[in-house]
């Protein structure tokens, strides 16, 4: 199985101040045409998670132009540019290259 | 509007088979992928089974195969998930999820709210 790493496990951050969480996986995420099957989730309090991230980088509809991803192979990064209090919630990085599909153990970012 | 609403958690004994169901709506479920997406109590996310458009293949996390069945009925707009020989472990919000049109096992656009299964005696 793909084990997928994510760090830090919680992330306090002050409200306009950048934020990052990376994810590493145990094996090469990188599929044969040319994408990285690595999504990023967000799941608020409360709530079903939402798709952020799919194929690595691409923004899911709807989501807002500070979140980004990057990264390719075993080394991935959830960068968010200005982070606002309606970000708060647990992030988790999900491999589906391989079945079983794993997900990361999540990051909890919270506000200061 | 995509909707994905899944019923049939409730309390269960060990041993025993619960069906849960996700009733879709405003997509057509033939042209899409499905996906059983399980949370125990303060935990993080499990992947539990999909269903592969097109193929009709299936894939099961190892913790649930030879128990857990998913199937779909595109007719009725469903998805199932006919899970037997549960265990306390099992306990969980279940989450029905559609995956997206780009091709691989991920990209899980649409979740529904989830359905409560617990397993105890």
């Known amino acids: 199985d793909i084990v997928m790493t994510q760090s830090p496990l919680s992330l306090p951050v002050t409200p306009g101040e950048p934020a990052s969480i990376s994810c590493r996986s145990s094996?090469?995420?990188?599929?044969?045409?040319?994408?990285?099957?690595l999504d990023w989730y967000l799941q608020k309090p409360g709530q079903s998670p939402q798709l952020l991230i799919y194929?690595?980088?691409t923004r899911a509809s709807g989501v807002p132009a500070r979140f980004s991803g990057s990264g390719s192979g075993t080394d991935f990064t959830l960068e968010i540019s200005r982070v606002e209090a309606d970000d708060v919630g647990v992030y988790y990085c999900?491999?589906?290259?391989?079945?079983?599909?794993?997900f990361g153990q999540g990051t909890r970012l919270e506000i200061k | 509007e995509v909707r994905m609403v899944e019923s049939g958690g409730g309390l269960v004994k060990p041993g025993g088979s619960l069906r849960l169901s996700c009733a879709t709506s405003?997509?057509?479920?033939?042209?899409?992928?499905v996906s059983w997406v399980r949370q125990a109590p303060g935990k993080g996310l499990e992947w539990v089974a999909s269903?592969?458009?097109?193929?009709?293949?299936?894939y099961y996390g190892d913790s649930f195969k030879g128990r857990f069945t998913i199937s779909r009925v595109h007719t009725k707009n469903s998805v199932f998930l006919q899970m037997n020989n549960l265990r306390a472990d099992d306990t969980a919000v279940y989450y029905c999820?559609?995956?997206?049109?780009?091709?691989?096992?991920?990209?899980?656009?649409?979740w529904g709210p989830g359905t409560l299964v617990s397993v105890s005696s």
């Open positions: 999820v559609r995956l997206g049109s780009h091709g691989y096992k991920g990209d899980f656009d649409y």
């Open positions: 405003g997509f057509t479920l033939s042209s899409f992928s």
């Open positions: 269903f592969i458009t097109g193929s009709n293949d299936v």
């Open positions: 094996q090469s995420l990188l599929h044969d045409t040319g994408y990285n099957y």
């Open positions: 194929l690595g980088s």
């Open positions: 999900m491999q589906s290259l391989q079945t079983p599909i794993t």
